[in-house]
């Protein structure tokens, strides 16, 4: 169970497996490193694949460090470093996926592509506003369990993951929660897009069509080829409920950019 270790610096967890071209993948808020269990299973017979826990969120710590999307990123750095990885591949899922911008935008030396999962560059849509919205209102009236169990329940078919998914979100506070959700609400990368160069996946759930209309601003404004594939019979939660179909979008991704050997 690997933690950075730096003085004066959050410890963040991670876990690392397989071999291979790395991919890095970041979690919405709460989630922590579960969410993309069914990716590491697979995805680590053929790259290094590497799950995070942002800072506050599961086993990951806090310090004083101003809290912000470009700190985040910094600690995805960190972990990379602690990984002995240059260069990797970045997936955020949800507002994880601007993590992964931020991680685009500053350390474009160490990231070879993107792939973005339900993601977006500003809260510009109402729906996605009132969920980000509904969130602050729950953590704010401190009701983890319904949070907890609304996640758990909105991405998790099996009981057991479920419960599992459940008591992991429960680890972070919510008054952490709550921060990441304003966080999220505020957070505005498309004037800067244009500094991502590497190539850009997106992908959304074909029921998710309410966060479609984003891709228009990544194809518009970033610098690298932006792709774009919609997952059928699916909304918002593709790591979960559609892995077997994700995995193998981004191997096919990944093995574009790569060496042949690894197809």
Not at 6 to 34: C, Q, S, T, W
Not at 130 to 135: A, I, P, Q, R
Request: glycine content about 8%; proline content about 5%.
């Amino acid at each position: 169970m690997p933690w950075t270790v730096e003085d004066n610096k959050a410890r963040i967890y991670y876990e690392v497996e397989g071999r291979g071209p790395a991919i890095v993948f970041v979690h919405p808020p709460g989630m922590g490193h579960l969410t993309f269990r069914r990716q590491k299973e697979e995805l680590k017979k053929r790259f290094t694949v590497v799950a995070v826990d942002l800072r506050g969120n599961g086993r990951s710590g806090m310090d004083d460090q101003p809290f912000s999307m470009g700190t985040l990123a910094e600690d995805v750095v960190r972990v990379l470093d602690n990984c002995g990885i240059q260069e990797t591949y970045a997936c955020g899922y949800s507002n994880g996926g601007s993590v992964v911008q931020e991680l685009a935008i500053k350390f474009p030396e160490r990231i070879k592509g993107v792939v973005l999962l339900g993601s977006f560059s500003e809260v510009n849509s109402i729906l996605l506003r009132n969920e980000f919205k509904l969130g602050i209102w729950a953590t704010r009236n401190k009701m983890m369990n319904l949070v907890s169990n609304v996640l758990a329940g909105a991405h998790e078919w099996n009981p057991f993951k479920m419960y599992q998914l459940s008591s992991y979100i429960k680890q972070t506070s919510p008054e952490i929660l709550e921060k990441y959700y304003r966080m999220g609400l505020n957070y505005v990368s498309t004037d800067r897009l244009r500094q991502i160069t590497c190539p850009v996946l997106l992908i959304y759930g074909e029921r998710d069509d309410y966060v479609h209309h984003y891709r228009h601003l990544f194809k518009k404004y970033v610098q690298g080829p932006v792709t774009m594939i919609l997952v059928g019979s699916v909304a918002h939660q593709t790591p979960t409920k559609k892995g077997s179909a994700l995995n193998q979008i981004i191997k096919n991704f990944i093995h574009e950019y790569e060496n042949p050997s690894y197809t």
